[in-house]
């Protein structure tokens, strides 16, 4: 099946059962113009606030996503390159798919990268390809990180070289929002 056959399967399920998802997005965070870094900062400062986190590492993130804020989202089986595929219809609202066969702490980052989108580019598609993961980070996005337990920063993975997906906000989002602690 499709991503968009799945979602159109979860919403008929929701809506025999009379149980739709609650969605609950923010508004679409306006970053035009500002760094990287700062934008990073900033949405995720006002995202943690808005669904009430604090600075700890996030519970796990895909229970946050599909309960809190109501993104429809699969693991499934893809191409090894293909990290996450991100889509939004006004009817069936944010889908994600993410690749099932990569690693644990891979999946959350591209969860995290996907919501990320939503928060910042929501109507547009997009198709994360990975051409080299790495479990060390490189190159300027290395300097984010996110606030662990007790409040010390602690310096997250990242994406690989060879990004063909969004930028700046998406890659830099994810780094700042997930915690990536479980």
Not at 28 to 53: C, F, H, K, M, W
Not at 162 to 169: E, H, L
Request: charged share 25%; glycine share 10%.
């Amino acid at each position: 099946a499709t991503l968009e056959e799945l979602c159109r399967d979860y919403l008929e399920i929701e809506e025999i059962m009379e149980a739709p998802l609650v969605r609950k997005y923010p508004p679409i965070y306006d970053v035009a113009g500002l760094p990287t870094e700062q934008a990073a900062e900033s949405v995720a400062i006002e995202e943690r606030n808005r669904l009430g986190l604090g600075n700890g590492p996030l519970p796990i993130l895909r229970y946050l996503l599909e309960q809190d804020v109501g993104v429809r989202l699969f693991y499934l089986l893809l191409p090894p390159k293909f990290s996450e595929i991100y889509v939004y219809d006004d009817a069936l609202g944010a889908c994600m798919a993410i690749n099932s066969q990569h690693p644990e702490e891979r999946r959350r980052w591209s969860a995290a990268h996907g919501y990320a989108h939503l928060l910042a580019h929501r109507y547009k598609a997009e198709v994360a390809v990975e051409n080299n993961y790495r479990r060390q980070p490189e190159g300027a996005l290395h300097q984010l990180a996110m606030r662990g337990e007790g409040g010390g920063v602690q310096p997250l993975p990242g994406p690989g070289k060879g990004r063909q997906s969004g930028g700046g906000i998406e890659r830099a989002c994810a780094w700042r929002l997930p915690g990536l602690h479980g």
